[in-house]
């Protein structure tokens, strides 16, 4: 039996009957970098989360040395969706990066328009992952520095340097818990992509 | 917010509800294939996932993923599902806008302006 859906949904469950197209942005980070309430925050339903169990196969020569109380390996995927005219949805894909590629990474990675990467200036290192698997697939994107409330504020000069970013790269600013903040970073990454896909048509 | 409802765990393996499987009968689904159940099709024959799928499709469309999320399902596990029924007529995918209809950069434009409109 299907819970039905929703009796307690933020908003409408089901698509509109007029959109024609659906398009996907991906939310990355690392652990607790604020994924999660970024896509809360923006999605009009009610956030979903799918995970993914590694095959035997892979399980077998899974390194686990990180995570020694951990029997299976799990890729879990947050995800939401804003409706953005009546013939077009984005939906947010959040998830952990992953040093080894997985099916599930492959579906996001899919056709994705871009992705932005939430960092946190306190553990700025541990965005390298992420950003280098981006860059192995060719998937641009920006980086949007999470403020969190107790984290020291650096210069944005020091931050670009920290992360390596190339000139053109975005680097934002944003508050994960608030839509406006949250509206802007996407609106920064989809104005660079305009940029890039303009270029390629020279 | 509470968290998602979803079923810790199936009674049964995945690859059981997928008859053994591991790969969809088609490989066009992406997470973001907008499903939708077509209307008339008799539910006999089909198994309990199906018929969940199905259940859930009736009430409109979803997204591939969002499929997975409402019946606790793996994305791997709801491809299978999904491809199995549109082959036998039961789901139809919303047909996307044809490419050259819309290109990449007026695509981005629609993004960027339903994004500046939520502001």
Redesign the interface.
């Known amino acids: 039996m299907v819970s039905a859906p929703g009796s307690d949904q933020v908003g409408q469950v089901y698509v509109s009957d007029t959109v024609r197209a659906a398009v996907k942005i991906l939310i990355v980070g690392h652990f607790a970098v604020g994924k999660t309430t970024f896509v809360g925050t923006l999605s009009e339903i009610r956030p979903l989360r799918t995970e993914e169990t590694m095959t035997q196969a892979s399980e077998l020569i899974d390194d686990l040395a990180g995570s020694p109380d951990k029997t299976t390996t799990t890729v879990a995927m947050d995800f939401g969706r804003l409706t953005l005219s009546e013939r077009l949805v984005l939906y947010l894909f959040g998830a952990p990066g992953q040093k080894r590629f997985t099916t599930l990474w492959k579906d996001m990675l899919n056709g994705a328009l871009g992705a932005l990467v939430l960092a946190d200036t306190r553990r700025l290192d541990e965005s390298f992952d992420i950003m280098g698997l981006l860059e192995e697939h060719g998937m641009p994107y920006a980086v949007a520095v999470n403020q969190f409330d107790d984290a020291p504020l650096f210069p944005v000069a020091e931050i670009r340097e920290a992360l390596d970013l190339l000139p053109e790269t975005p680097l934002i600013t944003c508050d994960a818990r608030d839509a406006a903040s949250s509206t802007e970073a996407l609106i920064s990454l989809v104005e660079y992509l305009q940029t890039r896909t303009s270029q390629e048509h020279r | 917010?509470?968290p998602?409802?979803?079923r810790e765990r199936g009674l049964v393996r995945?690859y059981v509800v997928t008859d053994g499987r591991a790969h969809p009968t088609r490989n066009t689904l992406?997470?973001?294939?907008?499903v939708t159940a077509a209307s008339g099709r008799p539910l006999s024959g089909l198994s309990p996932e199906k018929r969940?799928v199905m259940?859930?499709c009736r009430?409109?469309?979803?997204?591939v993923?969002?499929v997975?999320?409402?019946?606790a399902?793996?994305?791997?596990v709801t491809k299978v599902l999904l491809s199995d029924l549109i082959d036998s007529g039961h789901i139809s995918t919303?047909?996307?806008?044809p490419r050259a209809q819309?290109p990449?950069?007026q695509?981005?434009?629609?993004?960027?302006?339903?994004?500046?409109?939520?502001?």
């Not at chain 2, 695509?107 to 502001?119: A, F, H, I, P, T």
Request: hydrophobic share 45%; proline share 8%; no cysteine.
């Open positions: 917010m509470s998602p409802h979803r995945p992406d997470l973001v294939t907008l969940r259940e859930l009430g409109g469309a979803l997204s993923a969002e997975a999320g409402h019946l399902l793996a994305i791997s919303r047909p996307p806008i819309l990449d950069d695509l981005l434009q629609e993004v960027l302006d339903g994004l500046r409109s939520r502001l």
